[in-house]
Every structure is written in structure tokens, then in C-alpha cells.
């Protein structure tokens, strides 16, 4: 005879991570979700916490962005470029002095904070929602697509260029979600002027108001901005390579643009301008030849 047994599959014990410089910081977090049950998985700074979150995959993360050396406001952007798995899944810690720069970003990405000196009161239930309750879902970041590009559209023989020479128009796509944008390097100068407009091809008439923009370049976010009632919006920023553009389409859900390097932008018009001038020259001397031929 054989006999049946019922045979129990162990419960899968969530994981926080906790990334901060403090060490008292770390154990006070590591004590927390320990007695919640997890499994606190620590970290000293972002570089080290990348192989760690590599490995262990953890549920979500406390993350404390004051580290020696870097603006707390580009360490929460670095960690929500670097990790997009855990993007909505991380808990900020934040001081009653905490910069503007670190509260526009967090209130752009919709990260939820908890003040430092309420970490042992105000973790609990933020971890809760996040990992048991399932309330915040992972946020999805797509890589919008540029189809159209003025630099690479020559224009037809003896037609003008309506806009500035300096003037770089740019198209994207994502869906339905459309952004126009327009690249200018101010004159004399390394700012780079970047204007636009957020739109909806599938339904034109909608207003894309008060969406969140982030400009990222390598070391982290350079602005930060909204959308104004008809979806337009305006950076000005210094010249530098990699840079993109982050909007916040809806709750959870933003679009990518990755940006033609600036300082070739400001390279090619500089060549562009000579070569129409050039180009001008050549045909102004074509001119003078033929009046002296008919004079003669």
C-alpha cells in the first residue's frame, strides 16, 4: 500500500535592501525588517548595493541618498536609472533639511519618503504596501523612438530653411505619445536651449498638463520640470554627452528619449553656418561674373 503525504512548499521570505553610508542607519533598518519577518540585505553605497540587488533580487529597498562626495538628488536618480526592476519599490529617507533638488525628483518619480527620525515608526507600514499588500506596482520606463531628425533631412535645392540655422528639430514616438522637440545652443556660449511639447496622436485634443519631466545627463539629473496646460515645457542646460529626457506619462509608467549629443549639435551648426555661408560666397561670385559678361 502506498501512502499519500501532503508535502508543504516553504514560504518564500521577502528581501529589503537598505543602501546608506550610516552605519547606525543599516542597523537600525536590519533590526526593523527582521523582526517584519524579511530578510534585510545591507549595503554601504550604490556601487557596492549594485552587486548585492544583482544577486540577492531584492523585494524592495530604503534607500538613504546621503553619501560623501554625491548630491543626495542624483544618487535616487542614478539608483532609479540603474535599477529599473525596483523602480516604485523604494523608500527614501529624507531630512527636514533635504534640498529642493531631492524633493522635485522624488516627487517627480512618485517615491514614497519617510523623515530620518521617523524611520522605526514610519518604515513599517511603507514596506507593508510595498511588499505584502502589493499596493505599489513596478514602474515601467520605454525607450521612445526618434523618427524624424531635421540634421539628417537635406533640404531640396533652392529651398530656405525657415527656422535657425542652430535650430535642431527632433520628433519621437512611443506609441501613440508623440514629443517634439527643438535643440538650440545659445550664442557664445556652452547653454544648450531645449524646448517642447508633449502629444497624443491617437487623441489630439487631449491636454497633456502637469506631466513630470526629468532631464538626466551621466552623473544625474539636471532639471527637473512639468508640463504646462498644452504640454509644453522648456530646459535650459549646459552642453554635455548622454544626455536624456524622462516623462511621466501616467502613474508608473514613463518614456525614455535619449537626445543627439549636444556638443556635436553645436559642432554641426557651427559646420552647417560656415558651409551655407560658403555656399552664399560661391554663389554671390557666380552673380558678379555673369554682370560682367553681359557688360561686356
Known amino acids: 500500500m502506498f501512502s499519500v503525504g501532503i508535502v508543504e512548499i516553504p514560504r518564500t521570505q521577502p528581501k529589503v535592501s537598505v543602501i546608506s553610508a550610516d552605519a547606525l542607519v543599516r542597523d537600525n533598518v536590519r533590526v526593523l525588517v527582521g523582526s517584519m519577518g524579511y530578510h534585510c540585505v545591507a549595503a554601504s553605497t550604490l556601487k557596492e548595493a549594485l552587486a548585492l540587488l544583482e544577486a540577492e533580487k531584492p523585494d524592495a529597498v530604503i534607500l538613504d541618498p546621503r553619501q560623501v562626495g554625491s548630491p543626495p538628488a542624483r544618487m535616487v536618480a542614478a539608483f532609479h536609472r540603474m535599477v529599473p526592476t525596483l523602480r516604485g519599490r523604494a523608500i527614501v529617507l529624507t531630512d527636514t533639511e533635504s534640498d529642493q533638488e531631492l524633493l522635485r525628483v522624488l516627487d517627480a518619480y512618485s517615491l514614497p519618503q519617510v523623515p530620518r527620525d521617523l524611520l522605526l515608526q514610519e518604515v513599517w507600514p511603507s514596506l507593508d504596501s510595498l511588499v505584502r499588500r502589493n499596493i505599489v506596482h513596478r514602474q515601467i520606463t520605454q525607450s521612445a523612438r526618434l523618427v524624424q531628425d531635421s540634421f539628417l533631412q537635406p533640404l531640396y535645392a533652392g529651398v530656405r530653411n525657415l527656422q535657425p540655422l542652430s535650430a535642431r528639430r527632433l520628433l519621437y514616438e512611443s506609441g501613440s505619445l508623440m514629443a517634439d522637440l ?89 559646420e552647417e553656418s560656415q558651409l551655407l555661408e560658403t555656399a552664399a560666397d560661391s554663389e554671390a561670385r557666380k552673380g558678379l561674373l555673369l554682370k560682367k559678361k553681359k557688360r561686356r
Open 182 to 270: 527643438s535643440l538650440e545652443p545659445q550664442e557664445n556660449s556652452q547653454l544648450i536651449t531645449l524646448v517642447g511639447q508633449v502629444l497624443d496622436s491617437a487623441q489630439p485634443e487631449r491636454q497633456l498638463a502637469s506631466l513630470s519631466l526629468v532631464l538626466q545627463g551621466q552623473a544625474g539629473p539636471i532639471a527637473v520640470a512639468t508640463t504646462n496646460e498644452i504640454g509644453e515645457f522648456h530646459f535650459d542646460f549646459d552642453s554635455e554627452p548622454r544626455v536624456t529626457l524622462e516623462i511621466g506619462v501616467k502613474a508608473n509608467h514613463w518614456v525614455s528619449l535619449e537626445l543627439p549629443d549636444s556638443n556635436g549639435a553645436i559642432q554641426g551648426t557651427a
